[in-house]
């Protein structure tokens, strides 16, 4: 069950405004790099549920969080249906982040209090969203779209609280213009937790990156 509320989860993704992601099916490696996020600063992980048997990594991930990582927020992302949306949260998932938006995963969170993130590619989309009670809308894939995509519906919908994912890279030029937009966070995933850095075990490097990342987002938000 979910050890935080929607709006605590909420409010530490405005806190710290990244919430880095990725998928490893070797469980050793994602303990590895989630607590090499979590030494770099990062207090949320978005673990993408796209492999066969993705919910025992989870599962176990998840109860290494709790036990040994106090304060790390787990969630779920890839999630394309309610059923696996309740399994998730039944293994500890703190929010559900999804591709698409779906009313019947708004419902099984919306039921649990839990933070749900759908992407969404339009302003419709995103105001159906929120009448459904969504907290944080992900605009995927956020490269396509991009920042003035972003400006644009903060305009008429100053309240909509945005998160892209993809098209996002832990550089000052890159964050500097989502948050200049005025994104509520950013998830991130490749950018960030590379193929190179796990291939190598650099996990020093992929603790600094997220510690850099994490300090650009704190000045370019000033």
């Not at 303990?31 to 090499?36: N, R």
């Not at 599962?59 to 059923?83: C, H, R």
């Not at 949306?85 to 293994?91: E, G, N, P, T, V």
């Not at 779906?102 to 993130?117: Q, T």
């Amino acid at each position: 069950m979910a050890q935080y509320s929607r709006l605590e989860v909420a409010n530490v993704m405005r806190e710290t405004g990244m919430v880095p992601l990725f998928y490893h099916s070797d469980i050793n490696v994602a303990k590895k790099v989630l607590k090499a996020c979590y030494d770099g600063g990062a207090r949320l992980m978005e673990f993408t549920a796209r492999g066969d048997f993705a919910f025992e990594i989870f599962g176990e991930l998840s109860k290494y969080a709790q036990e040994e990582l106090p304060g790390m927020i787990m969630g779920v992302g890839s999630i394309t249906d309610a059923a696996a949306a309740s399994l998730y949260m039944q293994l500890g998932a703190n929010f559900v982040v999804t591709p698409v938006f779906r009313e019947d995963i708004a419902k099984v969170c919306n039921r649990r209090k839990v933070l749900w993130s759908p992407g969404c590619g339009s302003l419709t989309e995103m105001a159906q969203a929120e009448e459904y009670g969504c907290e944080v809308v992900k605009l995927f894939p956020g490269g396509i779209y991009g920042p003035d995509f972003v400006k644009a519906i903060k305009g008429p919908c100053p309240w909509t609280n945005i998160m892209p994912t993809g098209g996002v890279s832990p550089t000052e030029e890159n964050l500097s213009v989502w948050f200049g937009a005025g994104v509520y966070c950013v998830g991130m995933g490749s950018k960030l937790i590379s193929k190179d850095v796990i291939a190598n075990e650099d996990y020093a490097k992929l603790k600094n990156d997220v510690k850099k990342a994490l300090e650009i987002i704190s000045a370019v938000r000033k």
